[in-house]
Structure formats: structure tokens, C-alpha cells
């Protein structure tokens, strides 16, 4: 026997003032793990994922990706199993996918969209511990190791050895993503519309230390 649960976009993980779909991680049809992420949703601050919260299979998805999403719309139904048997049988289809895997224990808790961002940055994510559940890494641990990363990699150079940027051969110009777009339209209004403007000038006599 099978019954239908409604996975909603929950009203208290709303972190900005927008949601969009931006990513399917299933498709109908689909059976998943309990806790298992099924959708990408981003507001204007970060990138959230909704697991499932049972085992069972994805029946129907009723907000699209780029769609609008509001705090309690329903994202999905899944259909979850009810007699032990037919949970045990889709747990051992996915059995052997994991035992075929050489990935270390921590590798199998990534979900699809932290190891492609994790492969397009090129990092390697054994031993780190993720802020999410269980130590689960999230794509903001992600994120802010790439960053760390980057801060170390791209130190200042002095200025006797400080050269003039010079535009590399086949160089790509990569669109921001929503996220940013949306972080920079805020402070651009932050500035221009709501922050004043105020010069202040002090005149200071440096003789003495020059």
C-alpha cells in the first residue's frame, strides 16, 4: 500500500525575498532515499535544497524549473511504500549502485549539485566537514572554500612586481548567476536611493612629518 506525501517549500527557510526553481536533482518517476535532496530552490540570499522525507518515488513535480516558488507551495508528490517489502526492494535496487562505489563514506553524503560545483571548481572535499545535517556539505561550504582558496592563491603583488592585466587569449565572460544579480541590484539601490550621500573633507598640516 502506498500513500502520497506533498513536499512543500517550507515556510521558515525562506531567506530572501524571492524563490526560484533552479534545478531538478530527480525526475518523475524517480525513487529516492529518505533525506535525499530532490530540488535546488534560490532566494536572494542563498541556494537551498529540499530532501525528501521519506523514501519512496516521485509521482509528480508541480513547480518547474525558473518558476517562482512561494513559502508552503507544494514542490512535488512522492509516493512512499507502507508495506515492508516493497521499501526493502527499493532500497536493494539502490544497494548496489553504493557498493560499487570507491568513494570514501563522507563522498556519499554530496549531493549531485555540491559535486558538480565541487568539480567545476576543482576541489577535493575529503575531510571536510559540512554545516549541514549530519556534517552534510552544502553548497555554501562549498563556496566558501573555494573562496578561502582563492584568497590564499590570488595574494597581492608588491607593486615593483605588479603588472598591468593584460586580457588572455580565449577568455570567457561568464553572466552572473541570479543570486548576484539580485546582491548587486540591492546594494546599487542601497546606494543610490536610500543611503545619503556625505563628502566630509579635513585639512591636517603634515610639515612636520614630512
Same mark, same amino acid.
Given at each position: ?89 527499493? /532500497? $536493494?535496487? @539502490? =544497494? ?5 562505489? %570507491?568513494? !570514501?563514506?563522507?563522498? #556519499?553524503?554530496?549531493? +549531485? &549539485? *555540491? ?27 562549498? /563556496? $566558501?572554500? @573555494? =573562496? ?5 592563491? %590570488?595574494? !597581492?603583488?608588491?607593486? #615593483?612586481?605588479?603588472? +598591468? &592585466? *593584460? ?44
Amino acid at each position: 500500500m502506498t500513500r502520497t506525501i506533498e513536499i512543500r517549500f517550507p515556510e521558515d527557510q525562506q531567506e530572501g525575498t524571492e524563490a526560484t526553481v533552479t534545478r531538478w536533482l530527480v525526475a518523475e518517476g524517480d525513487s529516492v532515499a529518505a533525506h535525499d535532496p530532490v530540488v535546488e530552490i534560490e532566494t536572494d540570499k542563498v541556494v537551498l535544497e529540499i530532501a525528501a522525507p521519506e523514501a519512496g518515488r516521485i509521482t509528480a513535480i508541480r513547480i518547474r524549473q525558473d518558476e517562482a516558488a512561494s513559502p508552503g507551495d507544494v514542490l512535488c508528490l512522492l509516493d512512499t511504500f507502507d508495506e515492508p517489502g516493497m521499501q526493502a526492494a527499493t /532500497e $536493494a535496487g @539502490a =544497494a548496489p549502485a553504493a557498493d560499487a562505489s %570507491v568513494k !570514501p563514506p563522507e563522498r #556519499a553524503r554530496l549531493s +549531485p &549539485a *555540491v559535486k558538480q560545483r565541487a568539480a567545476e571548481l576543482q576541489l577535493d572535499l575529503s575531510g571536510v566537514t559540512g554545516s549541514g545535517r549530519d556534517g552534510r556539505i552544502t553548497l555554501q561550504d562549498v /563556496e $566558501a572554500l @573555494a =573562496a578561502g582558496r582563492q584568497s590564499r592563491v %590570488v595574494a !597581492p603583488a608588491p607593486p #615593483a612586481a605588479r603588472q +598591468p &592585466a *593584460v586580457p588572455a587569449a580565449g577568455s570567457e565572460i561568464v553572466p552572473h548567476d541570479r543570486m548576484r544579480k539580485r546582491i548587486a541590484d540591492n546594494m546599487v539601490a542601497s546606494l543610490m536611493q536610500t543611503a545619503p550621500h556625505v563628502t566630509a573633507i579635513f585639512e591636517a598640516d603634515l610639515s612636520a612629518v614630512m
